[in-house]
């Protein structure tokens, strides 16, 4: 017997990301629930070849929701994820309310698995941060092989980790600079059109930002406490897809050629690293696909075994949504969880 899936924010781009990629892997669902806000009840979204129609959250019945992906935020998060969970679901969190918990593991499955038994005690699983969770993939098998020492990534986000105003404002201001129209900036602090913006997430008192703060204590918790990360997160004018320029300092030599053949042999990496014009990956071309592209693998001779890398990879998808499925496809695979209707 299957599981019961609700999706709770399946309007917005990571929910339908969610459903699309759930249609996609054939995940063991019986029934997939959509879930929204009030204000969305009827609305349909695609699910593979078939559609739903969205449910308000706050008629759902709760008793038989085996796994929840939670994908509307922190504030919301932070009311139903612990109702979800008293109920008996699993609740995947996509938002950033319960990564810093030190009793909800933060899953990246390519990286630490073994740690989604840590479930049982809040009954909530957290996601990290889209640009944490490609960074993290790529750094894995490297830090299993000569030990990172320090981290200095700079990203390139694309607007959509902003939600779909983001994207549109985009859109439209893009289109007012063709018609030399008056351009307004609403999602963000300044124009995105033909622009850069290095801020993202509200500003902290040591000058970092949210996000880039994110980026380095969710891999300390992902992936090694004892790592030092710096990060200068950057918002671009692109639809989808983060890329990140990664400088590894290693405690152990470790050559081009063996980072690239451990990196091919790593799950959730792709190396397409030819040292010509085009011989690497854009963010336009990963869209729509799972894997984390690395190109661009050199040696750093500024410091002691050290490594530069270009990471590229569809935020929406693994960044979000795909990793969420794929926690939950690691909780069936090891028999941590079972449908209650079977259980029953």
């Given at each position: 017997?299957?599981?019961?899936?609700?999706?709770?924010?399946?309007?917005?781009?990571?929910?339908?990301?969610?459903?699309?990629?759930?249609?996609?892997?054939?995940?063991p669902?019986?029934?997939?629930?959509?879930?929204?806000?009030?204000?969305?009840?009827?609305?349909?979204?695609?699910?593979?070849?078939?559609?739903?129609?969205?449910?308000?959250?706050?008629?759902?019945?709760?008793?038989?929701?085996?796994?929840?992906?939670?994908?509307?935020?922190?504030?919301?998060?932070?009311?139903?994820?612990?109702?979800?969970?008293?109920?008996?679901?699993?609740?995947?969190?996509?938002?950033?309310?319960?990564?810093y918990?030190?009793?909800?593991?933060?899953?990246?499955?390519?990286?630490?698995a073994?740690?989604?038994?840590?479930?049982?005690?809040?009954?909530?699983?957290?996601?990290?941060?889209?640009?944490?969770?490609?960074l993290?993939?790529?750094?894995?098998?490297?830090?299993?092989?000569?030990?990172?020492?320090?981290?200095?990534?700079?990203?390139?986000?694309?607007v959509?980790?902003?939600?779909?105003?983001?994207?549109?404002e985009l859109?439209s201001?893009?289109?007012?600079?063709?018609?030399?129209?008056?351009?307004e900036?609403k999602?963000?602090?300044?124009?995105?059109?033909?622009?850069?913006?290095?801020?993202?997430?509200?500003f902290?008192?040591?000058?970092?930002?949210k996000?880039?703060?994110?980026?380095?204590?969710?891999t300390?918790?992902?992936?090694?406490?004892?790592?030092?990360?710096?990060?200068?997160?950057?918002?671009?004018?692109?639809?989808?897809?983060?890329?990140e320029?990664?400088?590894?300092?290693?405690?152990?030599p470790?050559?081009?050629?063996?980072?690239?053949?451990?990196?091919r042999?790593?799950?959730?990496?792709?190396?397409?690293?030819?040292?010509?014009?085009?011989?690497?990956?854009?963010?336009?071309e990963?869209?729509?696909?799972?894997?984390?592209?690395?190109?661009?693998?050199?040696?750093?001779?500024?410091?002691?075994?050290?490594?530069?890398?270009?990471?590229v990879?569809?935020?929406?998808?693994?960044?979000?949504?795909?990793?969420a499925?794929?926690?939950?496809?690691?909780?069936?695979?090891?028999?941590?969880?079972?449908?209650?209707?079977?259980?029953?």
């Open positions: 017997m299957g599981y019961k899936v609700a999706v709770v924010g399946a309007t917005g781009n990571v929910g339908r990301e969610m459903l699309e990629i759930l249609a996609e892997r054939e995940f669902a019986d029934e997939v629930v959509a879930l929204a806000s009030r204000r969305s009840q009827g609305t349909e979204v695609s699910f593979g070849d078939a559609t739903l129609k969205i449910k308000a959250l706050e008629h759902c019945d709760l008793s038989d929701i085996d796994i929840c992906l939670m994908s509307a935020g922190s504030t919301v998060s932070k009311e139903w994820s612990p109702k979800f969970a008293a109920a008996g679901a699993v609740v995947i969190d996509n938002s950033s309310c319960w990564r918990d030190a009793d909800v593991p933060l899953i990246v499955p390519e990286v630490n073994d740690a989604v038994a840590g479930f049982r005690k809040k009954g909530i699983i957290a996601n990290p941060n889209c640009s944490t969770a490609q993290v993939v790529a750094l894995k098998p490297l830090h299993d092989k000569a030990k990172i020492t320090r981290v200095v990534v700079a990203t390139y986000q694309s959509s980790g902003a939600g779909k105003e983001a994207m549109d859109f201001q893009t289109k007012a600079v063709f018609q030399i129209d008056e351009i900036s999602a963000f602090p300044k124009r995105i059109a033909f622009n850069l913006i290095p801020h993202i997430d509200a902290m008192e040591d000058g970092y930002t996000e880039e703060w994110k980026m380095m204590v969710e300390k918790k992902i992936l090694d406490p004892k790592i030092k990360l710096t990060a200068t997160c950057v918002r671009v004018p692109v639809f989808i897809g983060h890329s320029v990664v400088n590894i300092e290693f405690e152990n470790i050559s081009v050629d063996e980072a690239r053949s451990v990196l042999g790593a799950p959730g990496c792709l190396v397409i690293d030819k040292h010509e014009p085009g011989g690497y990956v854009t963010p336009y990963c869209v729509g696909e799972d894997a984390t592209y690395i190109s661009r693998i050199r040696t750093d001779p500024t410091v002691d075994n050290g490594l530069v890398l270009w990471v990879s569809d935020n929406l998808r693994k960044g979000a949504a795909l990793n499925i794929q926690i939950a496809e690691c909780l069936i695979n090891r028999k941590l969880i079972e449908a209650k209707r079977k259980a029953a």
